[in-house]
């Protein structure tokens, strides 16, 4: 049963590659079907992905609406790998033009069935969105994430794991991967909350600086 990874590139409107917000995904594809072949799984894979990610496009900011990334790669492939499938998409419209520092992300968190004997931080996954519209910051001064936003987003995450295809030999199973004990645990619940998360690695570099000196009796 192959094991993969969907990296997804989302492309901010600045077209400066080191601030694009990227996130993984894991996967085990239950075809050993030749007449389905992991790439055909893996096109159904990318349209989950993409209307995930259009679902929840009216809370992003400051994003380009076109050339966005998904590269796909085989865990068990010999190291250094490389993606074996690279799928563009769009977003079906425009996001706020208006967003809050690239720094801050939502996060929404997901995981597997307790098993015992296992610890459960090994069976949970995360994903940090951004970058955020300025709208889904609460305008009660608490600095949270709106009600609305929260909802927006644990809906997308709820139809996109009902996409699953977990009954045949020709499907796909969104997972957590541990890669200390190289098992994979099927997704079966996730929350999303209201307080934001900061991701400083997304932070944009600076384009200006002012400098002061001290002078003595200056």
Not at 121 to 147: C, E, H, M, P, W
Not at 171 to 191: E, F, K, N
Not at 194 to 217: C, H, K, M
């Amino acid at each position: 049963m192959p094991r993969v990874t969907a990296q997804v590139i989302l492309r901010t409107a600045d077209l400066i590659p080191a601030n694009y917000v990227t996130n993984t995904y894991h996967f085990s594809i239950t075809t050993d079907d030749p007449i389905n072949s992991l790439d055909d799984i893996t096109d159904e894979v990318a349209t989950a992905l993409t209307d995930l990610y259009d679902d929840i496009r009216s809370r992003l900011g400051g994003m380009a609406q076109t050339g966005h990334r998904i590269k796909f790669t085989d865990i068990d492939e010999p190291r250094p790998s490389f993606p074996y499938k690279e799928v563009v998409f769009d977003f079906t419209g425009a996001t706020a033009s208006g967003a809050l520092p690239s720094e801050v992300a939502i996060c929404s968190s997901f995981e597997g069935d307790p098993i015992a004997g296992t610890n459960q931080a090994s069976r949970r996954g995360r994903v940090y969105l951004g970058k955020i519209a300025q709208s889904a910051l609460a305008s009660d001064n608490t600095g949270t994430v709106t009600g609305a936003a929260l909802l927006v987003i644990q809906q997308a995450f709820e139809q996109f794991a009902g996409k699953q295809d977990q009954a045949g030999f020709s499907g796909w199973i969104w997972t957590v991967y541990s890669p200390t004990l190289d098992l994979m645990a099927p997704v079966t619940s996730g929350h999303v909350d209201n307080a934001f998360d900061t991701q400083r690695r997304r932070g944009i570099e600076a384009t200006s600086r002012l400098v002061w000196t001290y002078s003595p009796g200056g």
